[in-house]
């Protein structure tokens, strides 16, 4: 059995700052309040609530006068003024590709565009960038831009983390409706899109494909699709705990790719696993 791992995969440098940024408060400010979990990895969680890190999902929850961290998704100015408003302290660790994301919409916005954001509506990341405008809609598949009125002025923008091929599906689909101008700025992030090239090239090489990552992790959730989609048989997993021996058989080639919030020991450690377990005889279990 041989065991292929993607040229680029895991932590980005806006999730490692983001935990940074964490650490350092936690020993800065004792205790220190989340909004949402700080990544989609429930081991490095984990181990930041033990430190002190609590999550919660309002700044209403937040006792007044604490710290509280944005997440690397980062939030809408509301959030900002709610903070304000009850004498936080605030570390902001969200992505400053995230950002950016956010400075161009509110300029569409301010230049009389309707805007339009391909992402997904429940997450957070797209729920922040909303905030930053006026006249903004999120589209995320076909059926979102049915009976849509005609915009004579569009601007688009999208969610950092999709892949090249579902923006540019979508943007085909919303110059289908028709406008007078259009005004398209990628807000990808390069890390992203490198993880999905190197997660495609190595799908096509193996038997089976090990995505690694939380379940409810936007990008890890299209790393799997993509793998999926080059029709190998794609496993979405957070880590060895989930493996089944049935999941490799029959196949000589396994790869292994992982998703923005997963640290490389997990990675090591499902190599591991699967070395340990074909010394085994496969477990012995299939004979």
Do not use: W
């Not at 993607?6 to 205790?31: N, W």
């Not at 992030?189 to 193996?206: D, F, H, I, P």
């Amino acid at each position: 059995m041989k065991i292929l791992l993607a040229k680029k995969r895991g932590f980005c440098p806006g999730v490692q700052h983001a935990i940074d940024m964490a650490k350092s408060a936690l020993e800065t400010y004792g205790i220190v309040y989340s909004l949402g979990e700080i990544i989609h990895n429930q081991q490095v969680v984990s181990e930041l609530t033990n430190q002190g890190l609590k999550i919660v999902e309002s700044v209403d929850q937040v006792p007044e006068g604490a710290t509280v961290l944005i997440r690397s998704h980062g939030v809408g100015p509301a959030v900002f003024q709610q903070a304000r408003e009850r004498n936080l302290t605030v570390v902001d660790a969200t992505c400053v590709l995230v950002k950016r994301a956010q400075k161009i919409v509110q300029q569409l916005d301010e230049s009389g565009y309707q805007v339009m954001v391909i992402g997904d509506p429940n997450h957070p990341e797209v729920r922040g960038i909303v905030g930053y405008a006026q006249h903004v809609m999120v589209v995320n598949n076909e059926s979102d831009l049915t009976n849509i009125p005609k915009f004579s002025k569009i601007g688009i923008a999208a969610q950092t983390t999709l892949s090249r091929a579902h923006l540019a599906g979508m943007v085909a689909k919303i110059i289908e409706n028709g406008f007078n101008e259009i005004r398209l700025v990628s807000t990808l992030c390069e890390q992203a899109v490198g993880r999905q090239l190197s997660a495609v090239e190595l799908a096509k090489q193996v038997d089976v494909m090990f995505v690694l990552g939380g379940m409810h992790s936007a990008n890890t959730r299209e790393l799997a699709q993509l793998s999926s989609s080059c029709g190998t048989r794609t496993y979405h997993l957070e880590n060895f705990t989930g493996f089944e021996p049935g999941m490799i058989r029959g196949a000589a080639t396994i790869g292994i790719t992982a998703g923005a919030s997963t640290p490389e020991n997990i990675v090591q450690e499902f190599v591991s696993g699967l070395e340990k377990y074909e010394k085994m005889g496969r477990g012995g279990s299939e004979e």
